[in-house]
């Protein structure tokens, strides 16, 4: 299947994109981001991690119009936030880490209002279809105070694609809700994005990110530190560990052995921490052989995602930022204030 020509390389593009809160009475200026640069391709599953502080949140509202940038440019789906305001908020949905719901609404009224708010015909709409999808569809007519909290997180789901933008933006979607909702969200989203929808995560589930995401980029304090396909990030660490379980008690680590400097936490069990690129496997394995031992059973580990993220975002920026630039709301712009789209 061909793809149009009039489709965007990437769905978001950002460059030297930057967020300063001016200083006032009650606190210190604050850079919040400080020249990141972006690029996620059309059609991805992108992971945006950091800790708290790091400046996500910033981003992700800079992009949704909710918060002025400093300096910098972005783009959603090819449009400038600036230049083409309502194109850009068109083409973008956020799932807010915040339930905010109207507690008099239900569900399907919810729904119609978003979109009715962007302009979506109603022969176009799919409100039901998102809510069968999303397992709301028995609630539609329930106030929305009235639903469970992991149904609460499930609207807000629905409430970000009534409009069917290209680009979905998830800010801690699974946040605090059991196993069966996170796969159920997941699936729906996993379906949407198979039918071309980008989608952007935030998320403290690093094993969740590993697992989804094509490409992972990494920001602290305010700068993008890493950024690279889930594969080469979760390689670059050169770790790897070895565990041995011997068939004999041993009560000291053989001569043969000691060069790799193994730990003997147990009679019958050793653990050997090695650089993959500086020793083979097959070495370590002929010098248990040497010693006269035999393996029992055998098994490795390797760096994963969060032995990344750790040992990143514990290294010390280049220019240290103030804590809780993500809680300011100053100069943050009001929805109420905003152009209604077309």
Known sequence: MSVPSDLPEFAVEVEGLTKVYRRTRAAPEVRALGGVDLK?????????????????????????????????????????????????????????????????????????????????????????EILDALGLADKRNAYARSLSGGMRRRLLVAKALAHS??????????????????????????????????????????????????????????RVVACAPTPELTGRLDRKELVLTLTRDIDSV???????????????????????????????????RDAGLTIADLSTEEADLEDIFLALTQEEAPAPLHPGEEDREAETVSLFRSKPLP
């Open 40 to 128: 996620i391709p059309r059609g991805a599953v992108y992971g945006l991690l950091g800790p708290n502080g790091a400046g996500k949140s910033t981003l992700i509202n800079i992009l949704a119009g909710l918060v002025l940038k400093s300096a910098g440019t972005a783009r959603i789906w090819g449009h400038d936030i600036d230049r083409e305001t309502r194109a850009a908020r068109a083409a973008i949905g956020v799932v807010p880490q915040e339930i905010n719901l109207d507690a008099f609404f239900t569900p399907f009224e919810i729904m119609e209002l978003m979109a009715g708010l962007y302009g979506v015909p109603r022969a176009e709409r799919r409100t039901m």
């Open 165 to 222: 933008p290209p680009v979905v933006v998830l800010d801690e979607p699974t946040a605090g809700v059991d196993v069966e909702l996170r796969h159920q969200i997941w699936s729906y989203m996993s379906e949407l994005n198979r039918r071309g929808t980008t989608i952007l995560l935030t998320t403290h589930y690093l094993e969740e990110a590993e697992e989804l995401c094509d490409t992972i980029a990494i920001i602290h304090r305010g």
């Open 254 to 288: 053989p001569a043969q052995l000691v060069r790799y400097d193994p730990a003997l936490t147990s009679p019958r069990r050793l653990v050997v921490r090695y650089r993959p690129s500086q020793v083979r496997m097959d070495e370590i394995l002929a010098a248990v």
